[in-house]
């Protein structure tokens, strides 16, 4: 029997990649090293039970955005949720995007905006970052010139660089851009400023979208939990795009919940910013480069210690330590991206990498 055709833009394209392999630390992936709460699960599952299971689930999730609106200061109908920022991602691609539609990233950054937008038909144009991973207002000023993007992907903290977007290239890109600008701040809670700000300042018509997902301060990958905050008219379009009753109730229940523990999320995210300060400085003295973070995780270069990002990582491996390999990526030869994890774990990590680069 004959295979149906694959489309042809999707037959030379790569599936996103993240090697997992049996380690005893596990530092790969960006992660919150904690679970949530204990008190988080004694309320979760009670509010479980009250699910009819036998119903479709609120299909507008406004209890949720409800909570989220207040947490933000914001408007429910300037929130728009889904199975994940990646899943708000691809809405905003298929609202926005399309074919001879353009889509402008700044690289090095995250994989899937490029490969989120091709799989919409766009047309993904790539600006480089400087020697530092900051984005030159000049060349998102030519950049905007001359690909007239529908679309525009900042990144802050952004990742894998750990860098924030400044906030004048925020606000030269929602002033010089007539397409959709958004700001993800997937790990926005350990960056010092939030593009959230600039919601109160703006008119509500213009087109910031700022993405933020419950995996990393809320310890919830496992639910696979994101949203978007963007301007009122928005979220109709988005229900265009979106499939009926997308979220289902236990993720509504689960981010309702977890929303009760603020307290507790601010607490995890000074104790691993400060864990990412102790890990930056022993790195340094190890003679690695390491380049300034506000995310849960650190970019870090071999070069220096005349060893190949490559090497370097296979020798962690050989220790049963798994961080991100990035060494064969663009723009980042010889890099390699560590997530922090408990004390315990950014201990053996940073024993294992001494070791490592002997």
């Known amino acids: 029997m004959k295979r149906p055709l694959v489309r042809d833009d999707l037959k030379s394209m790569e599936g996103y990649h993240s090697p997992q392999v049996e380690v005893d630390i ?25 699910v009819d299971w036998n119903r ?21 109908e300037q929130i728009f949720v889904a199975n994940g920022s ?28 490029g490969q989120i937008a091709r799989i919409a038909q766009c047309r993904v144009a790539e600006t480089q970052r400087d020697e530092t991973f900051q984005i030159r207002l000049e060349a998102l000023e030519r950049a905007i010139e001359v690909e007239k993007p529908d679309l525009m992907f900042l990144c802050s903290p952004n990742n894998p660089t750990g860098t924030p977007e400044s906030l004048d290239v925020i606000e030269a890109s929602l002033g010089l851009s007539s397409g959709v600008v958004v700001v993800d701040e997937a790990y926005g809670q ?16 213009e087109s910031l979208i700022v993405t933020r997902t419950f995996s990393k301060t809320w310890s ?31 993720k509504q229940i689960a981010g309702r919940v977890a929303l009760r523990f603020q307290d507790q999320m601010e607490q995890r ?26 995310a849960n995780f650190i970019l870090f270069g071999t070069a220096p210690c005349d060893l190949s990002g490559e090497e370097v990582w296979k020798r962690l491996l050989e220790r049963s330590v798994l961080v991100r390999n990035c060494s064969g990526w663009p723009g980042l030869t010889d890099c390699l991206r560590v997530t922090l994890g408990t004390e315990q774990e950014n201990t053996i990590f940073l024993e294992a990498l001494q070791e490592a680069l002997q």
């Open 86 to 113: 990646n899943e708000v991602l691809q809405t905003i691609c298929l609202t926005f995007g399309g074919h001879q539609r353009t889509a402008l990233t700044f690289e090095p950054t995250y994989a899937m905006y």
């Open 26 to 50: 596990r530092l790969n992936t960006n992660e919150a090293p904690f679970p949530p709460p204990e008190e988080f699960e004694t309320v979760f599952l009670q509010e479980v039970k009250k």
């Open 269 to 294: 995210v000074a104790q691993i910013s400060s864990e990412r300060n102790r890990v930056s400085e022993a790195m340094t003295q190890f003679g690695v480069q390491v380049w300034p973070s506000q």
């Open 220 to 250: 919830m990958a496992g639910v696979r939990l994101g949203y978007c905050v963007a301007p009122p008219w928005m979220f109709e379009e988005f229900q265009k795009v979106v499939l009926p009753y997308h979220l289902d109730s236990v």
């Open 56 to 76: 479709y689930p609120d299909r507008l999730a406004w209890s949720l955005r409800e909570d989220l609106a207040e947490l933000h200061q914001v408007e429910p």
């Open 190 to 205: 350990f960056a010092d400023f939030t593009a959230l700000d600039l919601l109160d300042e703006r008119d509500p018509s």
